[in-house]
């Protein structure tokens, strides 16, 4: 059984205040973390987070770090991300979490990536791995974390007004959108989250669980706000690896599990499916897995079955799953399935359960389902025409398609472009300028990057690309270009002539149309 | 000390099994993404098998500058 609590106390209203809470209230409660390979872990208690976070935030400071700066934190998971993320919304600044490098190769498109990412906030801060760090300018306000641990120390800003990080996520057009989350948000959610879990066992989940155990990667709404943040709410351990690990050695994950006497743990329908598939090895006894959120892409009838199938003889019980929906223009938890299991409708769909505390989901007649309440975002970050377009009268957009049925919701589809791969959110954008470059049309070459259904694998990226000289050896340059920059493995690659990928009348490709041509074979 | 051409044969048997290809298909001039489509998970399977069976560490750093089967085995001999 978990270990007994103190009294819960009461509700923070900043990020630096929950996690002064979570030290005073949960000082030896941990977060250990795996290193890149999953081999060594260092454990830290959350009264250690909180005094290296609040000596990182007067590096900050003394760096010149204001109020209200965004900074850029592109690093694994590891302690050097919790010091330096923790430490810059200590001081008041809004940390962004991106994508460290990974694989072989990419180090320059990670480098032009932070770059522009610098330009697109307006910000001078970035955090960077020591690898990457040559291939940046040398400016200041750009760190390695070594660099920012001896930078001077100085008296932080306090938070000032409602924006607590920027979170981002894919855009339709051209680049990423930097989401701005609020105080209120990043507080409401965790305890959303911990009200919706809590349910079926009538007590916060801290009353029967005590732990975490997530591979989810930190930049990602359901690793930061789902994980990290949820758990420095409720006083949970964390266990974290990072997310290369687990997809090198999946059976890292069930292990961590089955050493935990209560656990909760949120992935993607890939992640279970990645399990089912993958691992091959071990010995596992998931009987103390409490609740296993599943959300963030399409959940799968059939992943779930076989989840259960497998897993079931091992302990895993059926009335562990949690379908929930969120996205990132939510802080993350927008619908939750409190009542254990998994029910689909007729058609297929799984039921995501009914609005989180204090939130209101509606769809309209079309479908596009419509969310309000504490959680949802202040809009993008310096982008006024997106903020206007997604954000009305308080309703967010969420540019997912579903039904209301007896106040729960049903996921039918999306209308965003977004790629999801593996679970992660990927802007069809940056494939297509990874292709383009090869292509070389300096802007009159496109290319369009989708997904296709590849049955048990998931879903599979394709580009069809314009070009007038196809060669075996241009799509090669193109799958390697790609999975150089982004790690992403291309299913395929097609040519078409110069102008036969359909465009708008204002130039914008219309990806879906060449998704369309390209399943009907009639590209 | 394993001589250096057993070094290589390791490397190149991690390689074949980890890129899913035969070993008489792995040559030193193929790269590691275009050819043998090693993509992040699997350059972490074979940079964690490579130091297991050769008892080394390959720094991310190093490993970041792979681009063909030549590196890593320039790396580890």
């Known amino acids: 059984m978990p270990s007994p609590r103190p009294d819960f106390p009461g509700l923070p209203d900043t990020l630096p205040a929950l996690l002064e809470r979570a030290a005073r209230a949960f000082p030896a409660r941990t977060v250990t973390i795996l290193d890149g390979r999953g081999r060594k872990e260092e454990s830290y208690s959350f009264a250690q987070l909180h005094e290296r976070a609040t000596t990182a935030a007067r590096h900050w400071a003394g760096a010149g770090l204001r109020a209200g700066d965004p900074v850029v934190v592109a690093l694994p998971t590891s302690i050097d991300w919790c010091d330096a993320w923790l430490g810059a919304a200590c001081a008041g600044g809004l940390p962004v979490a991106t994508a460290p490098p990974g694989g072989f190769g990419g180090g320059d498109a990670q480098a032009r990536k932070i770059e522009e990412l610098r330009t697109q906030l307006d910000t001078r801060w970035a955090v960077v791995t020591p690898t990457l760090r040559p291939q940046l300018p040398d400016e200041p306000g750009l760190f390695t974390p070594d660099e920012l641990a001896r930078a001077d120390a100085a008296t932080p800003d306090k938070p000032n007004g409602e924006l607590a990080f920027l979170q981002l996520t894919s855009g339709s057009t051209g680049r990423p959108r930097a989401v701005m989350i609020t105080h209120a948000g990043a507080i409401h959610n965790p305890h959303a989250i911990d009200t919706a879990i809590g349910i079926p066992h009538g007590a916060p989940t801290h009353a029967w669980a005590d732990s975490v155990v997530t591979w989810l990667p930190l930049y990602h709404d359901m690793g930061l706000v789902g994980c990290f943040l949820f758990s420095l709410y409720c006083g949970h351990d964390l266990v974290i690896m990072p997310p290369t690990v687990f997809l090198a050695r999946p059976h890292l994950w069930l292990e961590r599990i089955t050493s935990r006497p209560g656990v909760l743990t949120p992935a993607p329908n890939f992640g279970y499916q990645y399990c089912v598939e993958r691992i091959t090895k071990g010995e596992f006894d998931l009987s103390s897995w409490r609740a296993a959120m599943t959300g963030a892409e399409m959940i799968r009838p059939e992943t779930v079955a076989a989840f259960d199938e497998r897993y079931g003889p091992t302990g895993f019980a059926h009335e562990a799953w949690r379908p929930c929906y969120g996205l990132a223009e939510g802080t993350l938890a927008v619908t939750f399935d409190t009542r254990g299991g998994v029910r689909t409708d007729d058609d297929g769909f799984v039921c995501v359960g009914a609005p989180v505390v204090d939130t209101e989901v509606r769809c309209a007649e079309d479908g596009a389902i419509e969310a309000r309440g504490p959680g949802i975002c202040a809009g993008y970050y310096r982008d006024e025409d997106a903020t206007r377009a997604t954000l009305r009268d308080g309703w967010l957009r969420t540019g997912d398609i579903g039904t209301m049925r007896d106040g729960e919701l049903f996921i039918t589809g999306r209308t965003k472009d977004v790629l999801i791969l593996r679970g992660h959110n990927v802007m069809p954008h940056e494939l297509e300028w990874e292709a383009e470059s090869v292509t070389g049309g300096g802007g009159a070459a496109r290319s369009a990057a989708f997904t296709v259904d590849g049955g048990a694998e998931g879903e599979q990226a394709v580009i069809v690309a314009e070009s007038n000289e196809p060669s075996e050896e241009l799509a090669r340059e193109i799958k390697s270009r790609v999975g150089r920059a982004l790690g992403i493995l291309l299913a395929d690659v097609r040519f078409v002539r110069r102008g036969r990928i359909p465009r708008t009348t204002s130039g914008k490709v219309q990806r879906s149309q060449v998704k369309r041509l390209y399943e009907t074979g009639e590209l | ?77």
């Open chain 2, 1 to 77: 000390m394993m001589e250096e051409m057993d070094r290589t044969e390791t490397v190149l048997d991690v390689v074949a099994e980890v890129s899913g290809r035969n070993r008489s298909e792995v040559t030193l001039e193929q790269d590691l993404v275009a050819d043998l489509e090693i993509d992040s998970p699997k350059a972490l399977q074979l940079l964690v098998q490579i130091e297991e069976k050769l008892e080394i560490e390959i720094p991310d750093e190093a490993a970041a500058r792979f681009e063909k089967v030549r590196d890593l085995v320039e790396f580890v001999t």
